[in-house]
């Protein structure tokens, strides 16, 4: 048996002293970081144009576009109006959630990861 100072002495060409700090990455990985939906939830208390408003404001929508997603939330309860990163997403709900207490509104705001 050999002995090697474990600083001073590079291994040798042959040398299988079993290292285990040599790890070949053969799978490149490129995952993206997740993305996540802000969800408007219906009421029956915060008026139309409220909402109207928010979508405009926040989610940079004209105001034919966020008439229409209001509807859509009115009518069914739960829409999707926007898909971000998750701090843009957070940032998002805490807007709206802000605007809506200030307002004393209601108007529930929420965010869940996209699958
Ligand atoms: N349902 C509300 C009303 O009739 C309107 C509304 C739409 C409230 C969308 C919340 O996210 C909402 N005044």
Not at 25 to 45: G, I, S
């Amino acid at each position: 048996m050999t002995l090697k100072h474990p600083f001073l002495m590079a291994n040798q060409p042959g040398d299988d002293d079993g290292d285990a700090s040599i790890l070949i990455e053969t799978r490149p990985r490129t995952k993206r970081p997740p993305l996540y939906k802000v969800l408007l939830l219906n009421d029956d208390y915060t008026p139309m144009e409220f909402v109207v408003l928010i979508l405009e404001r926040f989610f940079g929508m004209t105001s034919t576009q966020a008439f229409e997603i209001m509807l859509t939330v009115h009518k069914k309860g739960v829409a999707v109006v926007g898909v971000f990163s998750h701090e843009i997403a957070e940032t998002k709900v805490g807007q709206v959630m802000d605007f809506a207490r200030r307002h004393q509104h209601p108007l529930q705001c929420t965010m869940e990861k996209e699958e």
